[in-house]
């Protein structure tokens, strides 16, 4: 735990180095998603989308996607940018340290300029949570949590199947990004809206609607299935195979040299 405090507080008073740039790039990075959340509703009014939709509920699904997305790349953007460490033969240095490898791949990087988009994130689960449900229950207030575990827990699982890849290519593939960006970006937006296979490869494959879509459903008493409470933990499983990717490809690795 003090390791991690230390990793912690010495990413922070790097960032704090240049505290204007850090200001900037706060309010930037929250801008930014604002935007993308200005792009969803100006999507919705064109197409008549509102009509059809609980602002609240899309509200809810765009913020629990980005809450999670956020999170995940302001603690774990050591497994984002894994890649980094292949090529500069830092890997190497950590494989000889007595310490965890996924502990050290956390430390080597955390980007506190996202700070402000889980703020932002959070600010509008929360908001939307409130006008959303009814009556709030122990098991919603649980879901909402689930909710917010099992997206990062599955963000976390792609970011490291991403990393397994650098083992390969060394540097990392823009399919990768395409997958998680590209996994929060449907995500946005209620799952009816996709065609039935799109909505099949996001449930069984990248099982990300479980982090939204089913769980809402609970929540403004569609259903009354407990399991549904949870259900986000479900990704898990990815995180699980994950690591053993993960671990399978560390196995193989053996320098990138000098």
Same mark, same amino acid.
């Given at each position: 735990?003090?390791l991690i405090?230390?990793?912690?507080?010495n990413?922070?008073?790097?960032?704090?180095?240049?505290?204007l740039?850090?200001?900037?790039?706060?309010? &930037?990075q929250? @801008?930014?998603?604002?935007?993308? *959340?200005?792009a =969803?509703?100006? /999507? !919705?009014?064109? %197409?008549n989308?509102?009509?059809?939709?609980?602002?609240?509920?899309?509200?809810l699904?765009?913020?629990?996607?980005?809450?999670?997305?956020?999170?995940?790349?302001?603690?774990?953007?050591g497994?984002d940018?894994?890649?980094?460490?292949i090529?500069?033969?830092d890997?190497?240095?950590?494989?000889?340290?007595?310490?965890?490898?996924?502990l050290q791949?956390?430390?080597?990087?955390v980007?506190?300029?996202?700070?402000?988009?889980v703020l932002?994130?959070l600010?509008?689960?929360?908001?939307? &949570?409130?006008? @959303?449900?009814?009556?709030?229950? *122990?098991?919603k =207030?649980?879901? /909402? !949590?689930?909710? %917010?575990?099992?997206?990062?827990?599955?963000?976390?699982?792609?970011f490291?199947?991403?990393?397994?890849?650098?083992?390969?290519?060394?540097?990392?593939?823009?399919?990768v990004?395409i997958?998680?960006?590209?996994?929060?970006?449907?995500?946005?937006?209620?799952i009816?809206?996709?065609?039935?296979?799109?909505?099949?490869?996001?449930?069984?494959?990248i099982?990300?609607?479980?982090i939204?879509y089913y769980?809402?459903n609970?929540?403004?008493?569609?259903?009354?299935?407990?399991?549904?409470?949870?259900?986000? @933990?479900?990704?898990?499983?990815? *995180?699980?195979?994950?690591?053993k990717?993960f671990?399978?490809?560390m196995?193989k690795?053996?320098s990138?040299?000098?």
């Open positions: 735990m003090e405090k230390n990793y912690l507080a990413h922070l008073k790097v960032s704090l180095e240049y505290r740039s850090f200001i900037l790039s706060l309010i &930037s929250g @801008l930014y998603m604002l935007i993308e *959340l200005f =969803v509703y100006a /999507l !919705f009014r064109k %197409f989308l509102l009509k059809m939709y609980n602002i609240n509920e899309v509200l699904s765009f913020s629990a996607i980005w809450l999670s997305f956020s999170f995940c790349e302001l603690f774990f953007r497994f940018n894994f890649s980094k460490l090529i500069k033969g890997f190497d240095i950590l494989l000889i340290r007595p310490r965890s490898i996924y791949i956390f430390g080597s990087d980007c506190y300029e996202k700070f402000s988009r932002t994130a600010g509008l689960f929360l908001y939307s &949570s409130i006008n @959303l449900i009814d009556k709030f229950s *122990l098991g =207030v649980l879901l /909402l !949590f689930n909710m %917010f575990l099992g997206g990062v827990m599955l963000f976390l699982g792609l490291i199947m991403g990393a397994t890849m650098c083992f390969y290519t060394i540097q990392g593939l823009e399919v990004n997958i998680t960006n590209g996994a929060k970006q449907f995500a946005e937006y209620p009816r809206i996709y065609r039935r296979a799109l909505r099949l490869v996001f449930t069984f494959v099982p990300i609607t479980i939204n769980p809402i609970y929540l403004i008493g569609k259903t009354n299935n407990l399991l549904y409470i949870f259900l986000p @933990l479900v990704s898990f499983i990815v *995180l699980f195979i994950g690591t990717i671990n399978f490809g196995s690795y053996y990138t040299g000098s």
